[in-house]
């Protein structure tokens, strides 16, 4: 929940004050938009947790655990963002080690058989009634893990979600800045320097083991930069990006690339489950744990743990009481006394 932006800029100026005056089970109405309402809980599921005994599902909240957490996540990516960078000598996308992340948020909890279905489109001829299935399903096997964050690593070899982002920024970022997209020069600069790296790679693959394809992939390329170097009108330069790319990930180049991201991959998902395990080995005493909350100007909320700071709005303050309020392991009664 920490991750929430500080400002929501749909929503009404005043509303921290509306919402904060208002009775938590009374939420007020928001013009042109609506408020949380975390309300809808499975009744059957309260009643067998405050009557009959039932161990809750609800974590026990622990800032050393989230304090760790925070510091594993960290660890992770300094370890992706350090193989990235010497193994295929460039720099990770911004995004691409959350939606690794994100995945394994969609893994459920209760099952140790885990449905992945790929990104890659099958190669099976299909009739002319009949869709092509562009979906690959796989299963793989990880232990049941109640990690809210690090819930399933391996998740990454069936999927394929860091192999997919790490190829689409090979051999190097093509990326055109918006202001000189029109630009002729811009461009062929970016497309030459796009296959300049590709032959630097090939080069390297040669040196390790002499092939006789490498030859024809390298000539192909220079032919590929003449044309551009011949070409001054941007929108024919346009047109040579998907030809740049597709030569650049051509068979030749999708194994070899592959073959390097492996071991960064694997490398992460071996850290990230020895980091689970040591998360779920943690013993901690949330009662002892010392948190400190500042409201600063404009309703800010700054917690303070271990001279480590999280700052955000009023109004998400709020709504991280709401949602504590309703899945924590705590009784209504426990938390008004906590609160005294």
């Given at each position: 929940?920490?991750f ?18 208002s ?99 099958d ?11 562009t ?39 093509i ?52 044309e ?72 800010i ?40």
């Amino acid at each position: 929940f920490l991750f929430m932006p500080l400002h929501n800029f749909n929503l009404e100026e005043n509303l921290y004050d509306t919402v904060k005056a208002s009775p938590s089970k009374d939420f007020p109405p928001v013009e042109g938009g609506h408020l949380w309402d975390f309300r809808e809980i499975n009744d059957s599921l309260l009643r067998k947790i405050k009557s009959q005994g039932t161990k809750t599902p609800f974590p026990i909240p622990s800032c050393e655990k989230e304090f760790q957490r925070f510091l594993q996540v960290t660890e992770l990516r300094t370890i992706f963002h350090e193989e990235v960078v010497s193994t295929l000598h460039i720099e990770p996308p911004k995004e691409c080690l959350n939606r690794w992340l994100f995945n394994q948020l969609a893994v459920p909890r209760s099952t140790t058989e885990i449905t992945v279905f790929s990104d890659h489109q099958d190669n099976q001829t299909c009739s002319d009634d009949q869709e092509k299935n562009t979906e690959q399903q796989t299963t793989t096997e990880e232990p049941r893990n109640e990690e809210p964050l690090l819930r399933c690593p391996s998740i990454a070899k069936d999927s394929k979600v860091l192999h997919t982002q790490l190829l689409e920024n090979l051999p190097c970022s093509i990326y055109i800045p918006w202001g000189k997209k029109n630009d002729p020069q811009a461009m062929r600069s970016a497309y030459l320097n796009y296959i300049d790296k590709a032959i630097e790679w090939v080069h390297v693959w040669s040196k390790e083991s002499s092939d006789a394809e490498a030859d024809k992939v390298i000539i192909d390329l220079d032919n590929l930069k003449a044309e551009i170097n011949r070409c001054d009108n941007a929108h024919e330069l346009r047109k040579f990006k998907p030809v740049a790319v597709a030569a650049c990930h051509s068979e030749f180049f999708a194994g070899r690339y592959s073959k390097m991201i492996d071991p960064i991959v694997n490398r992460v998902i071996e850290r990230a489950q020895e980091l689970s395990a040591q998360i779920a080995a943690l013993e901690t005493n949330p009662n002892e744990e010392q948190v400190s909350l500042s409201v600063q100007d404009k309703n800010i909320h700054c917690f303070e743990y271990k001279r480590n700071k999280v700052t955000i709005s009023g109004l998400h303050y709020l709504k991280l009481t709401e949602l504590y309020r309703l899945h924590n392991h705590k009784t209504d009664e426990e938390m008004e006394e906590q609160q005294e």
